[in-house]
């Protein structure tokens, strides 16, 4: 179900960091809502609980005031020092009039049914907006059905709270990306081992076979290490007995060999003497040995593993010289517009090129074209024939040994060896390179050979 996720597809790495982000999001959001949430109640209650005490005291000065008729203006100037600071407002229905001081507020603006509970002789309070100010009204009844009400300012307790808001909203996203650091820390350090894992299998196939994991103490990479580095070990083994087999095979037969290619040349010399049905056979049997003997020389040359010997050269001049030197009835044309040096072992680099020309030769009826230019970091060969092509699903079994069969049938007579390939993609893998095959554009086939280039 993860795989069908958009971060099902996002490196294990990048996945532990999200899932740490994503933890430590949900933890200090859950902090920051319950503080908020108590920070706010408490605050809002305190401001609220502080007006409707400050209403009280303010409610028994005001009906001493209204008590003592003799001094008829001590109501007024009451009125207006109990308004406190500019953003108070103080009121009194007294009559069915309205007197205030303070900041002036229309009464009709204040909230009906705070209002209709002081009437009814119960006191009420509420928070409110009045004239675009955050305020909690207060109410409260007077001897006579007269109302006796303030109005405080809460625009600095919404300030406080907003600023609680955005602190803790910076927390809980500061937390998240701390979160999502530590995730990708974590991650990386937990994937060394499997990165050392990666790097050292990529080596083993790219031919090194010396590649081996350090040692680990850890309890649970131990188990991992020793099999890792027990099957490279029995891999590297059973490759050196695979090469050294073939390696004795092939020395020794080496000497039967010439004697039968001398001899079979001894027969081909003479062969006018011979009956027709005789210098058929001895055509057939010196065809044979032939064919033999190349595969012979190919099996010493995959046994090899000798260091490579190399040098710069520049690319298009050395595939110029090989089609020189090569000649025969089908000459490629040599398509190299600008210079590429690389740094190859030549005699490796001869077999590559004339592998794939004996191999179009054999199979697609000659080369007809080696491209060579640059592409990316590489060098590219691309060597093309005429022939009827390779099915999409056969290109890579073309590259293993003895492949032949029907695919080599269908291509021509069938006389190779099966190794010319094989050896092709060995030495182009000893040069860190890599080789495949294509559909030539206008039909027939294409095998291109990348190697690394050289900055020049």
Same mark, same amino acid.
Not at 219 to 239: I, K, M, S, W
Not at 365 to 375: E, H, K
């Given at each position: ?23 430590? #999001? ?154 999502? =650091? ?8 937990? #994937?060394?081992?499997?990165? =050392? ?21 850890? =309890? ?22 695979? =090469? ?39 055509? #057939? ?172």
């Amino acid at each position: 179900m993860l795989d069908r996720l958009p971060l099902g597809r996002l490196p294990l790495r990048h996945r532990i960091g999200v899932a740490f982000a994503g933890v430590s #999001l949900v933890v200090t959001g859950l902090f920051a809502t319950v503080t908020w949430n108590l920070a706010s109640y408490y605050l809002v209650e305190q401001g609220v609980e502080s007006a409707t005490r400050q209403l009280a005291v303010n409610l028994q000065l005001v009906e001493r005031a209204m008590a003592d008729t003799a001094d008829v203006g001590g109501l007024d100037d009451l009125l207006t020092g109990l308004a406190g600071t500019p953003d108070t407002t103080v009121a009194l229905r007294r009559d069915g009039a309205w007197t205030t001081s303070g900041r002036e507020v229309d009464p009709d603006l204040l909230p009906a049914g705070v209002l209709a509970l002081a009437e009814n002789g119960t006191g009420a309070r509420q928070r409110v907006m009045v004239a675009g100010m955050p305020s909690v009204v207060v109410a409260a009844p007077m001897p006579g059905g007269d109302v006796f009400v303030e109005v405080f300012p809460m625009q600095r307790l919404d300030a406080n709270l907003r600023f609680l808001s955005v602190v803790l909203f910076t927390g809980v996203a500061v937390s998240a990306l701390l979160g999502l =650091a530590l995730g990708q820390w974590a991650g990386r350090r937990a #994937l060394l081992p499997l990165t =050392a894992v990666t790097r050292a299998a990529a080596r083993i196939a790219g031919g090194d076979l010396t590649a081996r994991l350090p040692s680990s103490t850890d =309890a649970e990479l131990a188990p991992l290490v020793a099999t890792f580095n027990r099957t490279a070990d029995d891999l590297e083994q059973r490759v050196s007995r695979d =090469a050294r087999f073939a390696a004795d095979v092939s020395h020794e037969l080496r000497s039967p060999l010439t004697t039968l290619v001398n001899a079979a040349a001894v027969l081909t010399r003479r062969r006018d003497e011979l009956a027709p049905t005789a210098r058929e056979a001895v055509e #057939l049997l010196d065809g044979e040995i032939q064919r033999f003997r190349r595969m012979v020389l190919d099996l010493l040359e995959i046994s090899r593993s000798d260091t490579l010997q190399r040098e710069d050269g520049e690319l298009g001049a050395l595939v110029h010289g090989l089609v020189a030197v090569r000649g025969g009835e089908h000459v490629p044309e040599v398509d190299a517009p600008e210079p590429v040096t690389v740094r190859v072992d030549r005699r490796r680099l001869d077999q590559i090129l004339g592998n794939l020309l004996d191999n179009a030769d054999a199979h697609g009826g000659g080369a007809r074209r080696i491209g060579v230019a640059p592409r990316d970091r590489y060098a590219r060969i691309e060597v093309d024939d005429a022939g009827p092509g390779i099915p999409p699903e056969q290109r890579l079994a073309v590259f293993e040994r003895f492949a032949r069969g029907t695919l080599a049938g269908s291509r021509g007579d069938g006389g190779g060896t099966g190794l010319g390939l094989s050896l092709v993609a060995a030495h182009v893998r000893r040069h860190d390179g890599r080789v495949w095959v294509e559909e030539r554009p206008g039909g027939g086939t294409r095998v291109v050979v990348e190697l690394p280039g050289v900055d020049t």
